[in-house]
């Protein structure tokens, strides 16, 4: 079950709780179902900092790899040039094939990192919209189990008896 699940199940469990004749707005919630769902939410936050940082070593290792690329290719149109340069005019050609071969390598290069980088900048910014979302939805059912627990003193002294 995923937290967006697990928090949506706590505002039901507010929705559907009894409200009390003397409260007002007082509820008697299910106080073990409530702990079963933080304990669920505290299990499944892990997981997902496991993904964040999967997206992260991710996105490390597609900039090394561009890295590698571009270096390779830089060496392999080094190495040819090399093997082309027997005599002068061979080797004016050659020197003009590989500065073209090696500008469009670094080219490339910068273009494969560009992308990487665009990729973890959008990934991250994704993860960390979640994050927030995350946070902000256990803020407000903190804040309303809190308010549950003001508002009634006989809750609030179930929970802290266990």
Known sequence: MSIDEILEEMEALLDKAM?????????????????????DIRLNLPHELKEAKKIEYDCQRILNEAKINAEAIIRKAEERAAQICSKEAVVEEAKKK?????SKA???AKNIEAAAALSVA?????TETS?????MDIKRTKERVAAALKTSPNLGNETNNR
């Open 19 to 39: 409200t009390l004749p003397i409260g007002g707005h007082k509820k008697f919630i299910d106080g073990e179902r409530m702990k079963e769902l933080i304990n």
């Open 98 to 102: 590989a500065y073209e071969i090696l």
């Open 106 to 108: 670094q080219a490339s």
């Open 122 to 126: 959008k990934m991250l910014n994704e």
């Open 131 to 135: 994050y927030n979302k995350n946070l």
